[in-house]
């Protein structure tokens, strides 16, 4: 018997199997309506195509956001003592039980007409596109890195210190290299969760083309009967599907143990 087997009851395996085929299902129906002869035309057309890179573009930017903000955030996180650490990480987390529509709205009451920055003349512009990603996205590039910080501890670091080495030297030297894998994974979900932003776009960014409509604005307009056709909305959707994918086979690279 294998080592992880463990002593799991056999009949387990019927509700597991059951949420496996309610997880996998939908996708094999949407992987099954794709138009394989035109998809290449549907992935090209250029409504797609603007929605594509404006996905990218925008994502890329919320993530290079993320990563600035969101790597000191984690490590003032992961070397604080228990109490702020927890409220720290409280609100970090609450983006991810959020409703993303709430989000939406709250950042407009924030740059809105009426909020608090009035005068950013932010929201429905491709600018709020990235602040929209990078409010939704920000919690998975900082939860990743904490916790690969906290795990790693502080023994290496006084090593360093008691050796002559600067704050800045140990960070950029002992701390980075030590947290790789939660950085590379917390920087490849970020990424993956900003290009499928839907909810708080929509709301505070709003659905125009070649400005704010991003992949997922475009697959569900399309799928209401305007914009890119629904062809094209699911050549889309099979391609976030297939990000998505990769994102995970790229974290689990990255993870340790993933060899096991």
Not at 17 to 34: D, G, I, Q, Y
């Amino acid at each position: 018997m294998s080592s992880r087997a463990g002593y799991a009851p056999g009949w387990l395996a019927v509700p597991a199997m059951l949420a496996v085929a309610f997880l996998t299902l939908p996708l094999l129906a949407l992987v099954s309506r794709v138009s394989w002869g035109t998809l290449w035309a549907d992935v090209t057309a250029p409504a797609a195509v603007s929605a594509l890179l404006l996905s990218v573009q925008t994502g890329i930017a919320a993530t290079m956001i993320c990563i600035a903000v969101g790597v000191p955030l984690a490590v003032l996180i992961a070397r604080a003592d228990g109490r702020l650490a927890a409220i720290l990480r409280a609100i970090v987390t609450v983006p991810l039980v959020l409703p993303p529509m709430v989000g939406g709205v709250a950042l407009l009451y924030l740059f809105g007409r009426t909020g608090w920055l009035a005068a950013s003349g932010l929201p429905f512009t491709t600018a709020a596109v990235v602040v929209a990603q990078t409010f939704v996205a920000l919690p998975f590039l900082v939860l990743a890195v904490e916790g690969a910080v906290r795990t790693s501890g502080v023994d290496f670091e006084r090593t360093a210190a008691a050796l002559g080495a600067g704050r800045w030297t140990i960070f950029r030297r002992v701390t980075l290299p030590l947290a790789a894998p939660g950085l590379v994974a917390g920087v490849v979900l970020c990424f993956a969760r900003a290009i499928g932003e839907f909810g708080a776009t929509a709301l505070f960014a709003g659905n125009a083309p070649g400005v704010t409509q991003t992949m997922p604005l475009a697959i569900y307009t399309a799928f209401n009967g305007a914009g890119v056709t629904p062809g094209t909305a699911v050549a889309l959707s099979l391609l976030l599907l297939l990000t998505a994918v990769a994102v995970l086979l790229l974290v689990r690279g990255w993870r340790p143990g993933s060899a096991r």
